[in-house]
């Protein structure tokens, strides 16, 4: 069974970082593309970046380009996404999402397989 | 920038058929992909590829696409499909730049 865990809700002051996790299982780590999207609060669905655990080949939004940084460690099966410094601004719910790999377009597919979900608070 | 539009809402009693559009410039050469999300839960792949349903999705989930509009239909809609709709896709530069449209409210009562 394919499963995406994600690391445990936070809580942290602005001007903090973090970096929460997404652990995946069921399938092989390195052959698909990890996503990461964010929800704000009653909000919709954002794409922030993605990343290729097989060689770390990793995209981003020009959204969140320069406000994020995706990571993998592919000996432990597990993506990860951090910030430096939060705001307050960056309280939301983030999902992981796995892509499959279009490999005669180097790129990848629609996300099949979501993580349930980190919810960060940013509060002083 | 490239847009994926969507009705911020469709309402439906039980039974009847359910109709969610997305609208992006990119739709004729780009495939879409629908995602189911309830309050509380992760979303859940329902469709993709435009018209393929991913096994374990009931059979009244379909989707279609005609020019720049997909469409997800919820044919006899029950009050467990009670959610929010989001179409995925990507734009056609060579970018790949992912987005999701800005997502629907399904009320069936």
């Known amino acids: 069974e394919v499963q995406l865990v994600q690391s445990g809700a936070e809580v942290k002051k602005p001007g903090e970082s973090l970096k929460i996790s997404c652990k995946g299982s069921?399938?092989?780590?390195?052959?698909?593309?990890i996503g990461w999207v964010r929800q704000m609060p009653g909000k919709g669905l954002e794409w922030m970046g993605i990343i290729y655990p097989g060689d770390s080949d990793t995209r981003y939004s020009p959204s969140f380009q320069g406000q994020v940084t995706i990571s993998a460690d592919k000996s432990i099966s597990t993506a990860y996404l951090q910030w430096s410094s939060l705001k307050a601004s960056d309280t939301a719910i983030y999902y992981c999402?796995?892509?499959?790999?279009?490999?005669?377009?180097?790129?990848?597919?629609?996300?099949?397989?979501w993580g349930q979900g980190t919810l960060v608070t940013v509060s002083s | 920038s490239y847009e994926l539009t969507q009705p911020p809402s469709v309402s439906v009693s039980p039974g009847q058929t359910a109709r969610i559009t997305c609208s992006g410039d990119?739709?004729?050469?780009?495939?879409a992909s629908w995602y189911q999300q309830k309050s509380g839960q992760a979303p859940v792949l329902v469709i993709y590829?435009?018209?393929k349903r991913p096994s374990g999705i009931p059979e009244r989930f379909s989707g279609s696409s005609s020019g720049t509009v997909a469409t997800l239909t919820i044919s006899g809609a029950r009050v467990e499909d009670e959610a929010d709709y989001y179409c995925y896709s990507t734009d056609s530069s060579d970018n790949h730049s992912v987005l999701f449209g800005g997502g629907t409210k399904l009320t069936v009562l």
């Open positions: 990119a739709l004729p050469k780009k495939y």
């Open positions: 999402a796995r892509h499959p790999r279009d490999v005669l377009a180097g790129t990848f597919f629609h996300p099949d397989y």
């Open positions: 590829e435009d018209t």
């Open positions: 069921g399938h092989s780590f390195t052959s698909y593309w």
